[in-house]
């Protein structure tokens, strides 16, 4: 039986509707793009004849003749591929048959499936939701049609008219006039109704074919075994919780109470987690045997329970187990800096801007909003920045230039100046210095990239930093190789450093064939590169050095581990002060005041599971917390625009306006010293009262602002009492089976996640408090009917099963990834096929965003 690859299977759903891309435009929105560049689905479009591949948000007129596979006449065929809502990509859905005049037939596949379009409480459609949005869009295009037809210069402003709808300003265009061209914009179009645009109108009002079908398949593979949802798909942003009391953040599952919420109150987000786990399920041909652990993640398989039937069942599938998570039964894991080469990579790149965003321009959570925003996981990789100018000139390599020329060309818009800004061009690139392309020429991780049959990110994510480091070393050893370029560099067999790795890219690089047939090892390894820096490297194992200490300080006694804590936030004080006094060298490897309270929110945890009595309150007594408060307030007073804390807001600008006037009064105080020695004192004697007065003035405010940062804190500690409070209020953590090693060594679980845990655990079937199992349609038929008669059906175990899905709901890192391999590698069952999931790839800047930042509900 052939294996299950993630991959294979979004590919294979590409190709299954090949009949509607071959000669269309294919237009995919934020989600779609950022799934099938992780997915390397661009040259399967274009093999399956696909004219050109857009960007659905960013669609411009020059859409319409970029054509790779040289077609003579107009695009008649458009399909759009969406990871959202209807409703939410229909403006962009009429602007693209707005602009492409000869289109004969529209083609819309959304991954929401017509179910959850009904029972999002944000989409107006019902459960007939794809053949109502067919008629509704070809009225509206209909409308839009006849009423440019008697006023074709004025287009833009009708579609701009017709689409402002009162959703709170999602989804808005800029209000330029090339948002939505005039039908005469197009010159295929112009060429084919150039003498009576008005038949033309007539003819596709006529014609235009609206069809909508269901595509599930949008994820971001990692690997064959691992993917994670689009950032900006509608199922990663909808919110997983609602705001109560149990709850933390809108991109978290809640405490795991054991009170499941009614049906009516279950968040979209878990919602649309069942329909897109019961779709990815189907086009896998699995059948799934559901386990479930925390109470979001029974809600979800509660949804695909009854959403099973008997058909289902009857078909002939591969049995799979599918085990559910919840993120908030531990936290830890990914706050934490593990020792995974895939993480580090993800927490030192730069990401990609966001394309769209459903909350409007701002970047806060909107009140009452269901959607939040998550990081881009498509990372830049700096090839320029480690291709320095001297390298460009190394054999003619002109690969920026290149890609600079076409973007020029392409985005010249008067066509009667193209001739002249040919000629010019040269110059205006010779005389540019390369390094300003830095933006243009950048990397990006495509997970079907491989080297001999392994694919790059799997074997990067199957290992420990060092390993990692070590196998991308050795494949460019081989490359080279292969290539026949020698290296004039120092290399120890065991040790990966810098230079080498910088040598041997820059040995690849040198031609532009050369660069272009390796760009995949030659990526990575840049992305390696950059992760293994200095800077990076140095502050990431100096935040894991912090956790180990905390870790052990949490054996001994809360005495020990708060003063650790204290230590922390007052070095990172330190450290800001320093960074205020322009001093930004010594920050080198440091803990920042962000990687402080995040060590805060560990510690915390960790004093929650070991010393959940010690205090009334929280883990610590009243005197260890009033320590802790005032080095917080302290911090905040001197380094208030450090980190972007949900609890300062409307605070902040008073903050960094007490900072500037304490740096203005130290400049003022030097300057005294110097005039202390003036003749001319007499003068100034009126003058004290006033001083006084403005001083005394000057105190109260300060010690008002100081009291308004003190109840700040106060409501940030009542936070950190939540957090530690982790394992007394989730259910499943109460007994401490997943928290200790029990019959397992205890070397064995030590600095392991809960994912590693449970696994090890469900394979060795031992038993998991509060897992539990759903039965499906048959399985309750048999329970409460058949079962009399001595047919029941016995409870199926999940390490019973070939295949199994382990999906987090919340969201995963890398290491958790690597440590669910170890898990099955240990149970010494190689029959079975590991798939792991999750909402999104997390780093310990995402989590200090969900429990801090914007996306908290603190």
């Not at 048999?782 to 029941?792: E, H, I, Y």
Request: net charge negative; charged share 25%; proline share 4%.
């Amino acid at each position: 039986m052939a294996s299950v690859d993630v991959i294979k299977s979004c590919i294979d759903s590409i190709r299954q509707i090949s009949e509607h891309i071959e000669g269309a435009v294919v237009y995919l929105d934020a989600g779609a793009t950022e799934s099938f560049q992780f997915i390397g689905a661009y040259p399967v479009l274009l093999e399956l004849g696909a004219r050109a591949v857009c960007s659905l948000e960013n669609m411009t007129v020059l859409d319409s003749v970029g054509d790779w596979n040289s077609h003579s006449d107009p695009a008649r065929k458009l399909v759009v591929i969406i990871s959202r809502l209807l409703s939410d990509a229909h403006r962009y859905i009429l602007r693209c048959l707005s602009s492409h005049q000869a289109v004969r037939h529209c083609t819309i596949f959304t991954s929401i499936s017509e179910m959850a379009h009904s029972v999002f409480p944000d989409s107006p459609l019902g459960p007939d939701a794809y053949h109502e949005y067919e008629s509704l869009l070809v009225q509206d295009y209909e409308e839009l049609s006849k009423k440019s037809g008697e006023k074709p210069r004025h287009i833009g402003s009708l579609l701009q008219e017709k689409l402002n709808l009162e959703d709170g300003g999602r989804l808005q265009f800029s209000s330029g006039g090339e948002d939505v061209p005039h039908l005469e914009a197009s010159s295929s179009g112009r060429d084919f109704y150039e003498n009576n645009p008005l038949d033309y109108i007539a003819d596709t009002v006529q014609k235009l074919v609206i069809s909508v079908h269901h595509f599930p398949m949008i994820l971001c593979p990692i690997s064959p075994r691992a993917f994670v949802l689009p950032s900006e798909g509608l199922v990663s942003e909808s919110y997983l919780s609602a705001e109560h009391e149990d709850s933390i953040s809108p991109g978290l599952p809640p405490l795991s109470t054991g009170l499941l919420s009614n049906t009516d109150d279950v968040p979209p987000g878990a919602t649309l987690t069942a329909h897109f786990l019961y779709h990815l399920a189907a086009k896998m041909d699995l059948k799934m045997e559901i386990f479930s652990l925390g109470d979001t993640s029974k809600t979800v398989g509660k949804i695909l329970t009854d959403m099973s039937s008997l058909y289902d069942i009857g078909r002939r599938k591969r049995s799979a187990g599918l085990l559910l998570i919840d993120r908030t039964l531990d936290l830890l894991t990914p706050c934490c800096h593990g020792d995974s080469l895939m993480d580090r990579i993800f927490s030192a790149l730069p990401r990609r801007e966001r394309i769209s965003s459903h909350v409007g321009s701002g970047s806060q959570l909107k009140l009452g909003s269901s959607y939040l925003h998550r990081a881009p996981l498509d990372v830049q990789i700096p090839l320029a920045k480690i291709l320095n100018e001297e390298d460009w000139k190394i054999d003619n390599f002109r690969l920026l230039e290149s890609v600079e020329a076409f973007l020029c060309g392409w985005n010249s818009g008067n066509s009667d100046s193209q001739v002249a800004d040919l000629i010019n061009l040269n110059k205006k690139i010779h005389d540019k210095p390369c390094h300003a392309g830095i933006d243009i020429l950048t990397g990006s991780f495509v997970s079907s990239d491989h080297f001999r049959g392994m694919p790059f990110l799997e074997a990067i994510l199957d290992r420990r930093t060092k390993d990692g480091a070590l196998l991308v070393k050795k494949w460019l050893q081989e490359t080279l190789r292969r290539e026949n370029v020698t290296v004039n560099v120092k290399s120890r067999p065991s040790i990966v450093t810098t230079p080498e790795l910088q040598a041997m890219i820059k040995a690849l690089s040198r031609s532009q064939s050369s660069f272009l047939r390796n760009k995949g090892i030659i990526q990575l390894a840049a992305a390696t590169l950059s992760a293994l820096e200095e800077s990076n490297c140095t502050k990431w194992d100096a935040f894991s050095s912090a956790v180990k200490i905390l870790s052990v300080s949490s054996g001994e006694t809360s005495q020990s581990l708060a003063a650790q804590i204290g230590d922390l936030i007052n070095k990172s004080a330190l450290l800001g002060s320093h960074v205020n006094k322009g001093k930004g060298d010594i920050s080198k490897g440091l803990i920042s005041l962000q990687d402080a309270l995040l060590l805060m929110i560990i510690g915390y945890i960790l004093a929650g599971e070991n010393f959940p009595t010690s205090g009334s309150d929280g883990p610590f007594s009243w005197q260890e917390e009033r320590m802790l408060k005032e080095a917080v307030v302290d911090a905040l007073l001197e380094n208030p625009s450090v980190v972007n804390l949900k609890f300062l807001d409307g605070l902040k600008k008073e903050l960094e306006a007490n900072v500037s006037k304490l740096k203005s009064e130290e400049a003022t105080e030097e300057v005294l010293e110097i005039d202390d020695f003036d003749d001319d004192q007499w003068g100034k004697w009126g003058e004290e009262d006033d001083e006084d007065d403005n001083k005394n003035e000057q105190a109260y405010g300060d010690m008002q602002l100081k009291l308004e940062l003190r109840d700040r804190v106060d409501s940030f500690f009542k936070f950190l009492h939540k957090l530690s409070d982790l394992k007394r209020k989730n259910v499943p953590l109460k007994d401490g089976s997943l928290t200790v090693g029990g019959n397992f060594d205890e070397d064995t679980y030590v600095g392991k996640g809960l994912v590693y845990k449970l696994l090890t655990r469900v394979l060795g079937k031992y038993d998991v408090p509060g897992l539990e199992y759903h039965s499906s349609t048959v399985g309750r038929l048999f329970k409460s009917g058949f079962g009399r008669f001595g047919l029941g059906q016995a409870k199926p175990s999940l390490a019973d099963q070939n295949v199994i899905l382990v999906f987090v709901i919340g969201g995963i890192n890398g290491l958790e990834v690597r440590e669910a391999m170890e898990a099955l590698a240990e149970s010494g069952r190689p029959d079975i096929e590991l798939l792991v999931g999750g909402t999104t790839l997390l780093t310990p800047d995402d989590m200090l965003d969900l429990l801090l930042g914007d996306s908290s509900y603190f």
